[in-house]
């Protein structure tokens, strides 16, 4: 499995963990949600900048995104 896919499996295990839809991590992070599903099926690279909006969006620390 490829880095972005694992990255990806992450993101929507902890966005569900959150009880959240994409569209409201979209909402919550500033960025849109075809791309939040881009990313969670391992179709996209993160920049550290969006990683940091997504990881403020959960409430979690950016650690907890790449801990696979």
């Known amino acids: ?3 972005k896919e ?4 992450r993101l929507k295990a902890l966005r569900k ?3 959240l839809s994409q569209e409201e991590l979209a909402l ?5 949600r075809p791309y939040i599903s881009g990313i969670e099926q391992g179709k996209r690279n993160v920049s550290l900048e969006v990683m940091e909006k997504l ?5 979690v620390g950016i ?3 790449v801990r696979f």
């Open 1 to 3: 499995m490829e880095i």
């Open 6 to 9: 694992k990255f990806g499996n």
């Open 17 to 19: 963990e959150k009880g």
């Open 28 to 32: 919550k992070s500033g960025l849109n």
């Open 55 to 59: 990881a403020e969006a959960l409430g």
């Open 63 to 65: 650690g907890s995104l």
